[in-house]
């Protein structure tokens, strides 16, 4: 079992640690808080060591044991810093180590996250992204923070993420880093909805689970990443635009194709669209509905492909390689995923990655997401 360092610094949102415990705890992690003198005011470590399962490291039995920085650098994998202070990040970036937390940060050599937490101001002030900054730059990755009320009432950036996003974060951390930084990623997600009157939808079952997570993994390794669906993704490196129709999705991307260095369109867009009646259908109107194709709208976008990389999606219970290598060709793709309606959104996922350049076939069998979203970045965007 994987080990995890959870840093707890003296921030408000160290209320939110144990939670962060518990989701790491329940994915199958082992955990070693650690928490700063100021964090105590927050958090006991009564409550920590109950949700972990571990003893705590504190400043008070920091020195009681066997050179504990020492010792969890071998036994852990991976550190994960939630809340960071401004205080804190100014010790890790300037390499001091003058507490548990700053010295278990100095001598630790595997991956490291730091997931800010703190006032929109001091965030925000020069210094404290210059540490940040400082910190990338020698390989540290950082979370958030995002924007939203403050523990002070004042709106602004400076929230620690959600746990959620914290627990795939550490999970990303144990796969290989791609590095992203400079690519700009445009991600088409979930089912669109054209209207038949004031009341319902033509839509399908699409849960924009697989274009989400592609999202969050694209940002989480540096790529900006800007998403247009109709299912909302929430997290601070995602810029989310939403839509319903296919008129207006076509629209969105248009606007932003020419922003783009890859294209995923992951949406799963209606073939047809339907004459629409201003008030509610009765049953007297009659049963039939008007339907109008809609156009194709990714090979609509490759005309502007330039040296984008675009990458369909292929859904299909028959034929499945033979019909996405038709697809890939016919829209002039670059990748296909290929895969059958059983994975309508199913948590755990199998498909192929087929390549225009090449007859190899990638598969890939019974992956989590988010592991499916990390092949395919593997494969679409890191060669
Ligand atoms: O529906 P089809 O199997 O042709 O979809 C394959 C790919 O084409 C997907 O990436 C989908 O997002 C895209 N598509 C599109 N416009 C449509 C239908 C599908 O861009 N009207």
New binding site residues.
Partial sequence: MARVLLGISGSIAAYKSPLIVRLLRQAGFLVTPIVSQSALQFVTPLTLSTVSEESVLTQENFFSGDIPHLQLEREADVLVVAPATANMIAKFSLGLADDVLSTVFLSFTGPKLVVPAMHVQMWQNPIVQEHVASLKRRGVLFLGPESGELACGDVGIGRMVEPDLILLAVQALFFPRLELAGQRFLI?LGG?REPLDSMRVLTNRSTGKLGSMLAILAAFFGAEVQVVGTVPVKHPGVAYRHVDT?EE??LA?EAAMPWCSSL????????FTVERTEQKLKRTDGLSLNLK?????????AAQKGNRTI??????DRDLLE?ARG?LVR?N?DY??ANTSEMVGADRRSFYVLDAGSDDIVSVENVSLLEAAYQILVTTAAS
């Fill in positions: 088409s669109t296919v999705m076509g991307l995923y369109m992951a949406a799963a867009v209606s073939d194709a809609t156009p194709d709208l990714v090979s609509a976008l990458v369909g999606f292929c859904l299909e019909v697809k829209k793709l296909i995923i």
